[in-house]
């Protein structure tokens, strides 16, 4: 039933973001919520489940962008695995921390789509300034709230190994 | 995170889990070494996909269109914004059969010597609707609700009655995505029909376009309407592209660039014309040659 409730989740998070989230924008920057889905079901979930839904989000989004094929897939895909390879190795993380890792993925990620468009130097510069590092800060304010949201009311206890294994004492605190 | 009774990391060991994560990052070598291949696969996998997906977006985008429309008419007020609609829409309609007119009359006096007058040949396009906008900021698009199945091929022109807007770069079944004129990854030939210079006008990152590769003797100036070339098939020649707002002449630099601001606010756009089918006029491909009139500028508002 939970996993019907989450496929459905996914499937209607991409026309969310293409309708509403675009109407609602701030300054024409939309926050990537693809991304910020996978990176946290990678982060409570772990490794697999977080390039499982990396790449169904991504591959949408390749279905429905203008950018080069599979790029948004393993983007996204990568995101949910580096995600469960940090929550590996963290003893927990509060929801404001969870905005370096996002902030820092949308950094990475934005530079690889810059890369992969045909812009010349100068609208590289430009992008980097006036899309890269402000899609970056909103991102990863967005996913404070998404994780706090989360943390809060969803899913109070992770599932993580990593995290499980705090939960019986065996790692730090 | 506990999604469901389904646990992957129970019923696969951390071996399973490694050999995932290795045949993924294969795949993703595979997928930039052999794009035919991938490409046929992310059809395969892309196209039922996208079927399921367009229909919850559809509803969505009317949705959305509804609540923005709604709080748009509370907080303008409704009978002036449904006049400034009316006459908008009525001024793109007049705008885009002015510039019609324009070329033909061009087309006409050119042709005079020859006695010989042929009209643009008509265009076959298809009405779509914007069913959903670029979810990303790094390409500026829109998806639309015709697909393959429609007719709809890659590289096909998309217009307004008023001018370009952009072009087809990707289908599905029952959807494609159109990349904006101001997208930096798109370029259609020009014509500036005052001057008759060529060049290639192309997106900027900052949401502009920009003709390029313009001679630098050309007399290209601010008003100066924008129309297609025709030497790309995307659009017939004489579709309004914009107008020049500025010029930049650098000093030592082979051709002159110039601003333009589009016919179309391609950002609002709801509905759209995909062209199918566009043959450029004979006449018109015939002729390289000067012959301006001092019509082809914008009025000045």
């Known amino acids: 039933m939970r996993v019907g409730v989450f496929i459905v989740f996914l499937l209607l998070l991409f026309p969310f973001q293409?309708?509403?989230?675009?109407?609602?924008?701030?300054?024409?920057?939309?926050?990537?919520?693809?991304?910020?889905?996978?990176?946290?079901?990678?982060?409570?979930?772990?490794?697999?489940?977080?390039?499982?839904?990396?790449?169904?989000?991504?591959?949408?989004?390749?279905?429905?962008?203008?950018?080069p094929l599979w790029l948004n897939l393993l983007t996204k895909a990568g995101a949910g695995f580096l995600a469960g390879t940090v929550a590996k190795n963290l003893s927990n993380m509060e929801s404001p921390l969870a905005f370096f890792p996002i902030a820092a993925l949308s950094f990475v990620w934005g530079m690889v789509f810059l890369l992969s468009s045909r812009?010349?130097?100068d609208a590289m510069l430009y992008s980097a300034?006036?899309?890269?590092?402000?899609?970056?800060?909103?991102?990863?304010?967005?996913?404070i709230g998404v994780h706090w949201i989360v943390a809060r009311w969803i899913v109070p206890a992770p599932a993580h190994e990593g995290w499980a294994r705090v939960s019986q004492g065996s790692v730090w605190r | 995170m506990n999604i469901g009774r389904f646990r992957p990391g129970r019923l696969l060991g951390a071996g399973v889990q490694r050999i995932i994560v290795v045949v993924f990052a294969i795949a993703g070598v595979a997928v930039v070494l052999f794009p035919a291949p991938a490409q046929r696969l992310f059809r395969t996998v892309g196209d039922p996909l996208a079927d399921i997906v367009a229909l919850p977006m559809a509803h969505m985008a009317s949705v959305d269109r509804s609540i923005r429309d709604g709080w748009m008419h509370y907080v303008a007020l409704q009978g002036v914004r449904e006049q400034n609609r009316e006459l908008w829409s009525r001024i793109q309609r007049l705008e885009g059969d002015l510039n019609?007119?324009?070329?033909?009359?061009?087309?006409?006096?050119?042709?005079?010597?020859l006695q010989e007058f042929q009209q643009h040949a008509p265009i076959s396009t298809m009405a779509a609707k914007v069913i959903g906008r670029s979810a990303s900021n790094w390409y500026q698009g829109v998806i639309l609700n015709k697909g393959d199945e429609d007719g709809v091929r890659v590289e096909m022109g998309v217009m307004t009655p008023a001018g370009v807007v952009g072009h087809i770069v990707r289908t599905g079944r029952s959807t494609s995505v159109a990349l904006l004129i101001i997208d930096p990854n798109m370029a259609?030939?020009?014509?500036?029909?005052?001057?008759?210079?060529?060049?290639?006008?192309?997106?900027?990152?900052?949401?502009?376009?920009?003709?390029?590769?313009l001679p630098p003797l050309s007399s290209v100036a601010p008003g100066d309407a924008v129309i297609t070339s025709g030497l790309v098939g995307m659009f017939p020649r004489g579709v309004l592209i914009g107008y020049v707002s500025r010029v930049e002449e650098?000093?030592?630099?082979?051709?002159?660039?110039?601003?333009?601001?589009?016919?179309?606010?391609?950002?609002?756009?709801?509905?759209m014309l995909i062209v199918l089918a566009s043959q450029p006029s004979d006449v018109e491909m015939s002729l390289g040659v000067a012959g301006g009139a001092a019509t082809s500028r914008k009025p000045a508002p």
């Open chain 1, 18 to 67: 293409a309708t509403f989230v675009y109407s609602l924008s701030p300054w024409e920057i939309r926050p990537d919520l693809c991304l910020i889905t996978a990176f946290l079901v990678g982060l409570w979930a772990g490794r697999v489940r977080g390039v499982i839904v990396g790449v169904a989000l991504g591959l949408v989004q390749d279905v429905f962008s203008a950018s």
């Open chain 1, 119 to 121: 812009s010349g130097t």
């Open chain 1, 129 to 143: 300034y006036t899309l890269l590092l402000p899609q970056a800060v909103l991102d990863g304010l967005v996913g």
């Open chain 2, 100 to 113: 019609q007119w324009r070329e033909r009359v061009l087309a006409s006096e050119r042709l005079a010597a």
């Open chain 2, 188 to 213: 259609v030939g020009g014509l500036v029909q005052r001057t008759r210079d060529e060049g290639v006008v192309q997106g900027t990152a900052q949401g502009h376009v920009r003709m390029k590769y």
């Open chain 2, 250 to 271: 650098s000093e030592g630099e082979l051709f002159q660039v110039a601003t333009i601001v589009p016919a179309v606010p391609v950002r609002q756009l709801e509905e």
